[in-house]
């Protein structure tokens, strides 16, 4: 539909539609942006978050900074390290390495769909060049109920229980499989 034909429709001026169209319309209210999308068939979408702190992954950082307390000095420590494939805008939270091995670290505060979480880990994991994956969960009732409730499902592709994975990250050596560890 051509902007004159939806002005029309609307009763606005063709000018007030292009400002719309290119956010350069400074005083849109939302009613108007719900009957600018319902009129194209479109339906306008928002979302509310709560005001917090700037920083939204503080829960994250702190999970991240209580598994490094835990971690040996002899592991090289990276944040947010991002995959090496072109145009793949994906990182891992954290990077263990020594020269032996390297660690590829996915940080879980809040376990939502324990599968899809696992699986974009996994998937993640894949597509890197580290030996293994260690995925740490927070500490929670909810969290730490989750992955027993999948524990068959999951020793296979994280066979290495949590306390022999943080053992070895404290001493550190390679934990000797992928591991799902909480702190």
Partial sequence: ???EAL?????????????????QLRSATLLDL??????????LRTKVYPDGPQLRDVGQ?????????????????????????????????IWLSTNHVSLAVEVITRLRDVQAQIR?????????????LVVVVAQSHANR???????DLLATDFPVGPRAALTALAEGRDPGGNAIVVV
Wanted: hydrophobic share 35%.
């Fill in 145 to 151: 109920t989750a992955p027993r409730s999948l524990g």
């Fill in 7 to 23: 002005a029309e429709t609307l009763g606005w001026r063709r000018e007030k539609i292009s400002r719309i169209e290119n956010a």
């Fill in 120 to 132: 974009a880990a996994h998937l993640k994991w894949r597509d890197s060049d580290a030996k293994r």
């Fill in 1 to 3: 539909m051509s902007q």
């Fill in 61 to 93: 950082l702190s999970v991240s900074q209580r598994l490094l307390e835990r971690v040996s000095g002899n592991w090289r420590t990276q944040m947010e390290v991002p995959l090496t494939l072109p145009g793949d805008r994906r990182a891992f939270d």
């Fill in 34 to 43: 719900v009957v600018h999308s319902g009129a194209l068939g479109l339906t």
